[in-house]
């Protein structure tokens, strides 16, 4: 047990890395260690040497775990058995000395076997267990704190081996979702997706849903102007087992057979059209921006690698209420859609992406890339609204800005193991609740002559022996209807 007690404690601490440091494969901050890497480019190889950044994948987290299961099984399954026999096991025989006990008394009756028959009787009523043998009487009661015990000591196996289920088994990902586009659950979909060591991506639940509308409710008044109020995505699914409609909210995830889609984010997705110098549609569709503060200012870019006479690429800002700022710069006063602006600037050039490398669709690789500039030599700069078209300088085509929608951001979430952690937790609760509340008692009735027994009470929990289990077998054994209490403690 202390070997037992002392890894869960360096369990404890082991983990302690990974709340404190960023940490690779977690799908709400994917680049949170390149980041930490950026910002400590002189510490971090050194914390990642020692898999700090991958703390519960570390060789010694896994070590440590191992052990205390081992330790754990090795410790619990002995105690178990045992605890069983102490359950199943009769009464003991009464000790030498009954004075020595929790309660003691010396009764005269009229009749020594006649009072050891009632007190049998009585005790049974109170649903202890008896023994009779010639000239005693053994009852026990709370046998169930025992089975408490035995319930918690089990509890903490069964804890350990749901814990390492959803660490073996499971997997979470994240993917943005733009209104009137559907999401279909394989790994291709998604935008990042971690798997656990044994989980096969084939095993993803078959599932698609379609986002067929998002609505954000901001504060429109007083001092808490902007601030959110709600969030609703309107999901339309199909699974395996069937199809319907469900509304997701913070902390009311979508669940589909145990994998879950909890609503993390949202923001706007601009419409835009790109025409290339030839007058073709290039490109065209919502393209994702991300928000940057609470105002909802969001910055995104769209790369038309297919545009002639040559590769287009834009970055652009987009405010949902554009308003000038107090120096003169655009900025966004209000996070919903009041008055719409798409700011862009362009690039254009080799995009990077027949090298084979891999791309964020979120930023812009500048290296290869000419900037577009004006008639007047400046960097070309546009501001449109909903519905405007600007055309690009040199001829490389128009842009477009048709409209806004919305997209929401899901975290995707499948732990096998957290139904066996429940059940281990409850297991926990339940048997520390009844090993701690329920009183082990034992009583002992010995024949002393034929006019003459002697009663010992035994408490093996916090609570003595109260006066009423005292008084009621007292006026059993004295055969004193009169006096026999009708409940007892």
Known sequence: MRTAVVLLILLAVAAVPGSLLPQRGVASDPAAVALFYRDNPDLAPWLDRLY??????????????????VSMTGCVLPRCVRLWREVTAQPPAAPRRLEREDAHARLTVEEASASLTAAAAHLRSRRFRVVETDGEVRAEKGHVRELGNLAFHLSLLVLLVGVAGGRLFGYEGRVAVVEGSTFTNIASSYDALTRAPLADPADLEPLEFTLRSFDAQFETSGPRLGEPRSFTAVLDWVTSDGAGTTEVRPNQPFDANGTKFFLTGHGYAPQITVRDGRGD??????????????AFTSDGVVKVPD?????????????????????????????GLVNPALLLTAYSGDLGLDDGGAQSVYTLDLDGLVEVTGDDGDRWRATLAPGETVRLPDGLGTVTFDG????????????????????????????LSVSLGVPRRRVWVRRVDDATVEVGWRHLGRRRCADSDSAALTAALEHDPDNHPESTT
Request: net charge negative; glycine share 6%; proline share 9%.
């Open 404 to 431: 806004v929608t919305r997209f929401a951001n899901f975290q995707v979430a499948r732990d096998p193991g957290k139904e066996i952690s429940l059940v281990a937790a409850l297991l926990l609760l339940m048997g």
């Open 307 to 335: 545009a002639r006479p040559t590769p287009v690429a834009l970055e652009g800002l987009f405010l949902p209420t554009a308003a000038r700022g107090a120096d003169g710069i655009d900025v966004s006063a209000y996070p």
């Open 281 to 294: 549609v290039a490109a065209s569709g919502p393209v994702i921006f991300l928000p940057q503060d609470q």
């Open 52 to 69: 700090l950044f991958d703390v519960y994948a570390a060789p010694w987290f896994a070590a440590v775990y191992l052990l205390l299961l």
